[in-house]
């Protein structure tokens, strides 16, 4: 205990705001010596800073501005660069290449990390090269509490992010952020930025935080994310009820509503349903029946699955084309269904994916060319989306294509034919569908592709324009007139293009509002949810609760919610088809 002060030395290293205005004679006369000895090693310490002899400071370069501290039992290493008025709180790591800006709020317990690691399998983890990419941070930003900041990631100007963030991409300047991985929230300019009186210490105080959740005083959500919470429930308590009544004990099999044919996509769309909501495989088989029964349906000769026979067992597929792929639309949806399916039950498809390892470079880019980008996008991009998920298949195999370079070449093709103006591949077909095909087709396209390969999709804002302008067309979205299809074929575009940018994020986030309140009213009881009407041209189950549209409707669900910031209201997340993460590819690096 200081006799001038009456505080323990100790008080500063927890509140090391208060040292300027508080400290006594003796314990400024102690940092100073402490200052010393980091000058000795190199440290430029500016007026009025203050570190704590409590912090982990283990630096080959430390240059901090004035007004600027590290906080008791922070860990620093490597390279910090800090602007005037920076703050680094208590049990905060800051690692690597790290620059601040001015006036920058680092929150207890917070973590920047910049620097990584490979993770191979030609060598054990420890043994990995190290990278070093670095984080840059601008000025005036706020950073709460356990938030987790990756290499390589620029915090712009002005930002806030909000508590128990992951900041995996880059933020624009002006971006109120939260999440795991972190998404833009708005603009603060727009909602009007906390009181830097009241950041000092880094906190994120019960308001803003309470709001950055989207579950705060006076946020609409409030309440949207109260009735989330209760559809959760009542989902869950259903659960088991709803897949049962779709299963026949007389034949084994599972059809997508009572009535209705068996399907091999209503056998994969019940294993989603059980694994989402109770965590367990459907309980009229065990986990190892099920794995064996989808395994079996795989063809031998291509890798796909076709539709079973009416014995259960495999289908017969048509006649393969000259490039040796087999046009089928429903063997090709079967290579997503089955495989995620067999994920979520532990295993694996039997074999590689044949039609996919076979087609050489020139098959692949020739079959490209071919699709029907001008009259049919949902068609083309669904052809995408099953060969790319094949490929993954294959690399999770350790399976080899039959020419190297076919999966890059994919992606070069892409990054080569998207149009700039509107982010899409391919044209919207006939004027009475409006933007139908396009955005439609963008979803498959990229789901199989960008998505599930952890890339960033060309012209992000683009993407949003175009998909938000579509989201509006009342002939889709009026009420009552909405399926599965479009709106997830909206939703999951969205989500995706904004974990790039906060571009219109007001907009997009109370076009998901309006879909999750209508969507949650669409359950159910006991049988869940619709697909409902059909689309252009017809398709899908209709409107009558069933198994397909139980399982799309939970993702879309999600993906709703977590763009209007109530996801974790849910307590579930997509792990099959619609499943946010992209996949961990051996030979494949994805960031995060």
């Not at 006594?24 to 980091?38: E, I, K, N, T, V």
């Not at 963030?165 to 998404?183: E, F, H, M, Q």
């Not at 989402?276 to 088989?285: A, F, I, T, V």
Request: some cysteine; glycine content about 14%.
């Amino acid at each position: 205990m200081d006799a001038e002060t009456g505080l323990d030395d100790a008080y500063f290293d927890y509140c090391p705001w208060d040292f300027v205005g508080r400290a006594s004679a003796g314990q400024r006369a102690a940092q100073d010596a402490h200052q010393r000895r980091l000058a000795e090693s190199g440290a430029r310490l500016g007026q009025r800073s203050y570190v704590s002899p409590a912090a982990g400071v283990f630096t080959d370069t430390l240059r901090l501005g004035a007004d600027s501290y590290i906080a008791g039992h922070a860990y620093v290493t490597g390279d910090l660069t800090a602007g005037d008025d920076c703050t680094v709180n208590p049990y905060a790591t800051v690692r690597g290449r790290i620059t601040l800006g001015d006036g920058v709020r680092i929150g207890a317990h917070s973590s920047l990390l910049g620097f990584n690691h490979g993770f191979a399998p030609d060598r054990p983890v420890h043994r990995q090269p190290l990278t070093n990419k670095g984080i840059t941070v601008g000025d005036d930003v706020w950073i709460g509490s356990h938030v987790v900041v990756l290499d390589g990631v620029t915090i712009g100007d002005h930002c806030v992010v909000g508590a128990g963030a992951v900041v995996t991409k880059d933020l624009a300047p002006w971006t109120v952020a939260a999440g795991n991985p972190a998404r833009p929230l708005r603009d603060r300019r727009a909602q009007g930025g906390p009181r830097r009186d009241r950041a000092v210490s880094g906190e994120l105080p019960g308001g803003l935080s309470d709001d950055l959740s989207g579950d705060g005083p006076g946020d609409p959500s409030g309440d949207l994310g109260d009735a989330v919470a209760r559809f959760a429930d009542r989902a869950r308590a259903q659960a088991a009820d709803l897949v049962a009544r779709c299963w026949n004990p007389d034949t084994g099999r599972y059809a997508d509503r009572p009535g209705a044919p068996a399907t091999v996509r209503a056998h994969c769309d019940a294993v989603e349903i059980a694994d989402l909501l109770l965590g367990s495989p459907p309980e009229q088989l065990a986990a190892d029946e099920h794995a064996a029964r989808l395994r079996a349906l795989q063809d031998p000769g291509s890798g796909l699955v076709p539709e079973c026979g009416p014995d259960g067992g495999p289908g017969v597929l048509p006649t393969p084309a000259a490039d040796g792929w087999i046009d089928d639309g429903t063997a090709e949806y079967h290579v997503l269904a089955v495989g995620y399916a067999l994920d979520l039950l532990g295993s694996r498809l039997a074999q590689p994916v044949h039609v996919v390892r076979r087609m050489t470079v020139e098959q692949l880019l020739a079959r490209l060319e071919s699709l029907p980008w001008r009259t049919r996008t949902w068609s083309a991009g669904a052809w995408v989306d099953c060969w790319a998920t094949g490929a993954q298949r294959n690399l999770e195999l350790g399976v080899e294509d039959g020419q190297p370079g076919a999966l890059e070449a994919l992606f070069g093709w892409l990054t080569t034919r998207v149009d700039p103006w509107t982010g899409m591949w391919g044209t919207a077909g006939a004027p009475s569908a409006g933007r139908l095909q396009l955005v439609n087709g963008y979803y498959r396209l990229t789901r199989g592709s960008y998505a599930q390969f952890g890339l960033d999709v060309p012209y992000a804002e683009r993407v949003v324009d175009t998909v938000l302008a579509h989201g509006r067309d009342q002939r889709w979205f009026a009420a009552g007139r909405e399926n599965a299809c479009n709106v997830l074929d909206v939703a999951h575009p969205l989500w995706l293009a904004g974990r790039r940018s906060g571009h219109r994020a007001a907009e997009v986030r109370a076009w998901a509002e309006e879909q999750l309140t209508r969507a949650l009213g669409r359950w159910r009881d006991g049988a869940g949810f619709g697909f409902g009407p059909a689309g252009e041209g017809g398709g899908g189950p209709g409107r009558e609760p069933g198994l397909q549209g139980t399982e799309m409707w939970l993702a879309i669900v999600w993906l709703l919610a977590d763009l209007v910031g109530v996801a974790d209201r849910l307590a579930y997340r997509p792990r099959g088809v619609h499943r946010p993460e992209p996949a961990r590819l051996p030979g494949f690096a994805t960031p995060g």
